[in-house]
């Protein structure tokens, strides 16, 4: 809102510089955004909040100012046009649906010359952001800019019957209103119509059909209060947001239709030339009482942590207008006055009381913490998880929730669900993604294309799913990416492509750091988005906790990849349920323990897990552990078979063990190489 | 033979001994030395003490006497030789492993948090301990919870500046993490310290400024007794431990529908404390947060006596505070995960 301190000065003293103007508003709420001079005048602009319609105009802003200042408001001049009747000229108007429209104020004047307005007039409007039209229509827009109350001028010769039927839309209705837009209404909208049919949308606009012209000669002035839901509601359908509109969904002030009527006629009977010809007529079937709120003093010196004098409390409210009747020690009725729409509780009235106070001077306090702190129930995890992987080198990313179609189709699992957003903004956020793999694929290749090749990230973020009943589920999840590298490159380390391995080491380093029961990587099918060649499925304490592999060369295609990436994705939610294992301390060794390395050939389809399950189970209780120390395969090794040396660490807590029980256990490794694989001794 | 004759003898043997050690120049032929001059069988001195037995019995003590001094003369110099000659050795040893210590160490790879992501953590740390308990709540939210029960009914105009994603009629995106004072009240009674932070959305497109999803933290204290007072003083207690010790906080009128009395919370500029820059648009003050005392109708709703208990909430956007704290131009980079900017941090 602009608001111009010349004009101010009109309602109010003004001593202070803008400046001053700008903090003392600001620190009442009406925040000064900027001063910007026009035509050499300050004019401040005003960030007025929803709840405080009534300082949408100066009148507003001054009374604000003179209750702060302590100085009289000066209320603009107005006509007497109920003085004397007058019936030149009889209209009628009518309410029909009072819920709606509780109060219809209008006033036939003839005799007006439809012209340019004086420069005055067109200076204060231009100031104040408005464009002149003609002088009716610009006076109607500086009572608004100066009261705050829409009106609204309509060619009378224009309205057939003389009548004004203020009634609900019948559905299909049609108009065409003053920017040229024919609009299709529904039954949720106010109409104002004539003897005939529509002339305005009430609150929100004018009809083309009646609108001021050069030779208009009548007009019927309308002011009135609507029901703000309903204008918002007519306001938002119709994509229409206007000045009137702006004030009537707000809140427009119920009591001042009468005076804000005579503002605007003793104008135009000095700009247009005028005269009363109907009289006014004050059509109000639902009247409206004033709010009447119970002010304590005890309880405003609770909620504010404050004391007040009864004297601050009843001073303070009477400047702002409000009537404090007292109802024992320290107790009042409050009556608030008509413009207020924003005070409904005692709450409100309170807030009058601290604003004028000061904010600032309320001190400040702690209240007794008398609770215990408690982390959320998933920071340990999150915490302990992102530390180990920040410990591995992985960098933090977060990308945004949502998903574009073609992300969707290329990575969504293989039932093809969807979460989708009923309005969503961009085709880029048509759903909510369904797996953390797509952003960091983006996120990786991003980086790429800026000549970054080493990427290594994860992500401990929402995806989203539909239950068995369609509706949207969130479930926090973990993803890593990795390329290029498992650490950095220098001359004490050369250039290591990233591949499975660093991946699946990342994910046994953070299972291990965090305590988790028994994993297993295993061969995995039937994850659209990972190479089958080396797809794998994470298990943790025998269930399914994620998946792991690179790329599938499809999406890596389709991407433009320049190198490998290779992702995991971690149901992080079934993993919670797999860590942090109570320790259980074990006494440490009092004998060595003793290590034995075999290299074998083997034939190339039979796998290291499979091979390791089959030498734990041999039964062996000495053997403590199994190393996968070489696998070679090429020359002096026969095609389809590869070699693989072990190291084994045999352990007995009772004794020292002999050469020979230790050559013996080995043996028995070997013969069940030997026997289960065909393995031959390298 | 006389005195004379036999401490010649010993003089021309210091003499030999001492010409041969001149020689030396290694810790190996400073042992030779030694050998063939004090070895234990064959060693020059040795041999020198075996003739003693030969000489006449007057001759023996001079002698045994010149003969123990160049003993001990020559041990006290092989033993200051070989010992310069050990050191030499080590000096050479340590010479030869000699680094270049400015050169670089093992690329060790370090992970970085994100910057929200830590701030989010620090922020949850300060409310853990002034005894708030932490919420971790849904993304997908009831309109009840998000708007209806913090007393923003459909026709409130302030829902206009919440543009708000949803899946269906009655199911949305939340848009703020004020939802943490419902789900609070609803499984805690009074005193109530809740505090939750995470992702909302809005529909906003994209630019510097705005991101459809970003990040809040919501507060809220209920109890006997709380007042504004309260809630200035959590603030600032807050606000400097997240800013700067010396940051000053300004307390105005504010609206929002879930308080009254509501407020809005600057802090003095952190760029130019206070005096006036582009950043804070020559005015010293940022705006930072909105808070207030939880409205009674948000109260009612709730179940929760609004005559005894009181309280005050607040939320404030994450993202804005790292803006500022890194002045960070762009709220887009917090969300593309490019490394140089990530690493930065
Ligand atoms: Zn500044």
Same mark, same amino acid.
């Given at each position: 809102?602009?608001?111009?301190?010349?004009?101010?000065? !009109?309602? $109010?003293? &003004?001593?202070?510089? =803008?400046?001053? %103007?700008?903090?003392? #508003?600001?620190?009442? /709420?009406?925040?000064?955004?900027?001063?910007?001079?026009?035509?050499?005048?300050?004019?401040?602009?005003?960030?007025?909040?929803?709840?405080?319609?009534?300082?949408?105009?100066?009148?507003?802003?001054?009374?604000?100012?003179?209750?702060?200042?302590?100085?009289?408001?000066?209320?603009?001049?107005?006509?007497?046009?109920?003085?004397?009747?007058?019936?030149?000229?009889?209209?009628?108007?009518?309410?029909?649906?009072?819920?709606?429209?509780?109060?219809?104020?209008?006033?036939?004047? !003839?005799? $007006?010359? &439809?012209?340019?307005? =004086?420069?005055? %007039?067109?200076?204060? #409007?231009?100031?104040? /952001?408005?464009?002149?039209?003609?002088?009716?229509?610009?006076?109607?827009?500086?009572?608004?800019?100066?009261?705050?109350?829409?009106?609204?001028?309509?060619?009378?010769?224009?309205?057939?019957?003389?009548?004004?039927?203020?009634?609900?839309?019948?559905?299909?209705?049609?108009?065409?209103?003053?920017?040229?837009?024919?609009?299709?209404?529904?039954?949720?909208?106010?109409?104002?119509?004539?003897?005939?049919?529509?002339?305005?949308?009430?609150?929100?606009?004018?009809?083309?059909?009646?609108?001021?012209?050069?030779?208009?000669?009548?007009?019927? %002035?309308?002011?009135?209060?609507?029901?703000?839901?309903?204008?918002?509601?007519?306001?938002?359908?119709?994509?229409?947001s206007t000045e009137a509109s702006y004030r009537f969904e707000r809140g427009a002030d119920w009591g001042d239709t009468i005076q804000a009527a005579a503002r605007t006629c003793l104008l135009i009977q000095q700009v247009a030339g005028g005269e009363i010809a109907g009289s006014l007529k004050d059509v109000y079937p639902a009247k409206i009482k004033p709010?009447?709120?119970?002010?304590?003093?005890?309880?405003?010196?609770?909620?504010?942590?404050?004391?007040?004098?009864?004297?601050?409390?009843?001073?303070?409210?009477?400047?702002?207008?409000?009537?404090?009747?007292?109802?024992?020690?320290?107790?009042?009725?409050?009556?608030?006055?008509?413009?207020?729409?924003?005070?409904?509780?005692?709450?409100?009235?309170?807030?009058?009381?601290?604003?004028?106070?000061?904010?600032?001077?309320?001190?400040?306090?702690?209240?007794?913490?008398?609770?215990?702190?408690?982390?959320?129930?998933?920071?340990?995890?999150?915490?302990?998880?992102?530390?180990?992987?920040?410990?591995?080198?992985?960098?933090?990313?977060?990308?945004?929730?949502?998903?574009?179609?073609?992300?969707?189709?290329?990575?969504?699992?293989?039932?093809?669900?969807?979460?989708?957003?009923?309005?969503?903004?961009?085709?880029?956020?048509?759903?909510?993604?369904?797996?953390?793999?797509?952003?960091?694929?983006?996120?990786?290749?991003?980086?790429?294309?800026?000549?970054?090749?080493?990427?290594?990230?994860?992500?401990?973020?929402?995806?989203?799913?539909?239950?068995?009943?369609?509706?949207?589920?969130?479930?926090?999840?973990?993803?890593?990416?990795?390329?290029?590298?498992?650490?950095?490159?220098?001359?004490?380390?050369?250039?290591?492509?990233?591949?499975?391995?660093?991946?699946?080491?990342?994910?046994?380093?953070?299972?291990?750091?965090?305590?988790?029961?028994?994993?297993?990587?295993?061969?995995?099918?039937?994850?659209?988005?990972?190479?089958?060649?080396?797809?794998?499925?994470?298990?943790?304490?025998?269930?399914?906790?994620?998946?792991?592999?690179?790329?599938?060369?499809?999406?890596?295609?389709?991407?433009?990849?320049?190198?490998?990436?290779?992702?995991?994705?971690?149901?992080?939610?079934?993993?919670?349920?797999?860590?942090?294992?109570?320790?259980?301390?074990?006494?440490?060794?009092k004998y060595p323990a003793a290590e034995r390395d075999l290299s074998v050939v083997l034939p190339r389809e039979v796998s290291y897990g499979e091979i390791r399950r089959g030498i734990l189970g041999l039964g062996v209780s000495q053997l403590v552990s199994v190393e996968l120390l070489d696998v070679y395969e090429g020359e002096s090794i026969p095609a389809g078979k590869v070699s693989m040396t072990f190291r084994f660490v045999f352990l007995d807590r009772r004794k020292t063990l002999t050469v020979d029980q230790v050559q013996a256990f080995s043996d028995n490794i070997l013969t069940f190489l030997r026997s289960s694989y065909n393995a031959e001794l390298r | 033979m006389s005195d004379h004759v036999i401490l010649d003898r010993i003089e021309e043997l210091r003499r030999q001994f001492d010409a041969e050690l001149a020689q030396a120049a290694s810790l190996d032929t400073c042992a030779a030395v030694r050998d063939r001059w004090v070895g234990r069988e064959r060693g020059i001195i040795t041999g020198e003490m075996k003739r003693l037995r030969e000489l006449p019995r007057e001759d023996r003590p001079a002698f045994g006497q010149a003969a123990n001094e160049l003993r001990n003369y020559v041990e006290r110099e092989l033993n200051a030789a070989l010992e310069r000659f050990g050191a030499r050795a080590r000096e050479l040893e340590i010479a030869r492993g000699r680094v270049d210590v400015t050169r670089p160490g093992f690329p060790y790879a370090l992970g970085v948090e994100h910057p929200i992501k830590r701030l989010q953590a620090e922020i949850e740390q300060v409310f853990i301990s002034l005894g708030f308990r932490v919420f971790d709540l849904p993304e997908i939210e009831k309109e009840y919870y998000n708007f209806d029960a913090l007393n923003m009914p459909r026709s409130h105009p302030a829902r206009d500046s919440q543009d708000t994603f949803y899946f269906d009629e009655t199911t949305l995106l939340r848009t703020h993490c004020s939802t943490v004072q419902i789900h609070a009240m609803k499984v805690m009674k009074p005193p109530v310290r809740a505090v939750s932070t995470g992702k909302v959305y809005r529909r906003d497109p994209a630019d510097a400024t705005h991101s459809p999803m970003f990040y809040q933290v919501d507060v809220l204290a209920l109890d006997e007794g709380i007042t504004m007072g309260d809630l200035k003083g959590t603030l600032e207690v807050f606000l400097k431990r997240i800013f700067h010790p010396d940051v000053r906080m300004r307390f105005r009128p504010g609206f929002f529908p879930f308080v009254e009395p509501g407020a809005e919370v600057d802090i003095s500029c952190i760029f130019c404390f206070g005096k006036g820059c582009r950043i804070c648009k020559q005015s010293g003050w940022i705006e930072i947060l909105g808070a207030g005392m939880v409205h009674p109708k948000v109260l009612r709703m709730s179940g929760v006596d609004d005559e005894r208990y009181t309280g005050f909430a607040w939320g404030m956007g994450i993202d804005r505070v790292a803006l500022l704290k890194y002045e960070v131009d762009d709220i887009r980079l917090f969300f593309e995960n490019d490394l140089r900017f990530l690493t930065q941090f």
């Open positions: 809102m602009k608001i111009s301190v010349e004009w101010l000065k !009109d309602y $109010v003293e &003004i001593r202070e510089t =803008p400046e001053q %103007l700008k903090d003392d #508003l600001t620190m009442l /709420g009406l925040v000064v955004e900027s001063i910007s001079p026009f035509q050499g005048e300050p004019v401040l602009e005003i960030e007025v909040t929803s709840n405080r319609p009534d300082c949408l105009s100066h009148v507003g802003v001054a009374r604000e100012l003179s209750a702060l200042y302590k100085r009289p408001l000066k209320y603009p001049p107005c006509a007497e046009p109920l003085a004397v009747p007058v019936e030149r000229i009889p209209y009628e108007i009518r309410i029909k649906d009072r819920d709606l429209c509780p109060r219809y104020t209008g006033l036939v004047m !003839d005799g $007006v010359r &439809i012209e340019a307005s =004086p420069a005055w %007039l067109q200076h204060r #409007l231009e100031a104040a /952001g408005m464009r002149p039209l003609n002088n009716i229509v610009d006076i109607t827009n500086y009572v608004l800019l100066e009261l705050g109350h829409p009106l609204h001028a309509f060619d009378f010769q224009r309205l057939r019957k003389g009548k004004i039927v203020v009634a609900r839309a019948r559905p299909g209705q049609r108009i065409i209103t003053l920017d040229g837009v024919e609009r299709e209404l529904d039954e949720d909208t106010l109409l104002i119509n004539d003897g005939d049919g529509p002339v305005a949308i009430a609150g929100v606009m004018g009809g083309l059909d009646s609108e001021i012209k050069p030779d208009t000669r009548t007009i019927l %002035l309308e002011c009135a209060y609507f029901n703000p839901p309903s204008i918002r509601r007519t306001a938002k359908k119709l994509g229409l709010v009447r709120i119970g002010l304590r003093r005890r309880k405003a010196e609770a909620l504010l942590g404050v004391t007040l004098e009864d004297a601050f409390v009843t001073s303070t409210l009477e400047r702002l207008n409000f009537k404090p009747a007292p109802k024992g020690k320290g107790k009042w009725q409050v009556t608030c006055p008509s413009y207020r729409a924003d005070t409904e509780l005692e709450a409100d009235v309170i807030e009058e009381i601290a604003r004028f106070y000061g904010y600032q001077n309320v001190p400040n306090t702690l209240p007794r913490y008398n609770s215990q702190g408690l982390a959320s129930p998933v920071f340990p995890f999150e915490n302990a998880a992102r530390r180990i992987l920040l410990g591995l080198g992985y960098c933090e990313a977060v990308n945004l929730s949502f998903a574009a179609e073609n992300e969707h189709n290329q990575f969504a699992p293989g039932n093809g669900e969807r979460v989708a957003l009923r309005n969503p903004l961009t085709e880029d956020t048509q759903f909510l993604r369904t797996t953390l793999a797509p952003g960091l694929v983006k996120s990786a290749r991003r980086n790429f294309n800026h000549g970054i090749g080493e990427v290594r990230l994860f992500e401990i973020g929402r995806v989203y799913s539909l239950d068995s009943q369609g509706r949207p589920l969130e479930r926090n999840t973990l993803g890593i990416v990795g390329s290029g590298g498992f650490a950095g490159c220098n001359w004490r380390h050369s250039q290591t492509a990233y591949d499975f391995f660093h991946l699946k080491g990342a994910v046994v380093a953070l299972l291990r750091g965090m305590r988790s029961e028994e994993a297993e990587v295993v061969p995995a099918a039937g994850v659209r988005w990972l190479n089958p060649g080396d797809a794998a499925a994470l298990i943790v304490g025998g269930e399914r906790a994620g998946v792991l592999g690179s790329l599938h060369p499809d999406l890596a295609e389709e991407y433009k990849l320049k190198q490998p990436v290779f992702l995991a994705e971690i149901d992080f939610e079934a993993l919670c349920r797999k860590v942090f294992q109570p320790v259980k301390y074990e006494p440490l060794p | -």
